[in-house]
């Protein structure tokens, strides 16, 4: 409902290591409703970006994100798009999930 808070948590994994055990990453966060057959930017964040050489290999990243709703949000359903780009390995990975406001 309008109001009510958004919570996602997620792992980020199968990026590349290099043979020094460095890697990275960024990512991003967007949220979007359908307004007129188009998508519409209703929030978008900019992570500044994760890298490291650490001993061992860092296989995954913890990720999480929290999400207020405003209280005069409109009832619709919208779309949460996490895109991941690995620099090293120069891939990039989005994943879009549905919610809805009633």
Do not use: C
Not at 7 to 12: L, N
Not at 40 to 60: A, D, I, Q, V, Y
Not at 84 to 99: H, I, M, P
């Amino acid at each position: 409902r309008a109001g009510d808070t958004v919570w996602a948590r997620f792992h980020i994994t199968g990026y590349l290591l290099a043979e020094d055990n460095s890697f990275d990453v960024e990512s991003s966060l967007e949220v979007t409703v359908e307004e007129d057959k188009q998508n519409k930017t209703l929030f978008r964040f900019e992570s500044s970006g994760e890298r490291g050489r650490p001993f061992s290999p860092r296989r995954w990243l913890p990720a999480e994100f929290r999400l207020d709703l405003d209280n005069d949000l409109s009832p619709g359903m919208y779309t949460v798009l996490i895109s991941v780009r690995d620099k090293l390995g120069d891939t990039t990975y989005e994943s879009r999930r549905r919610f809805s406001v009633r």
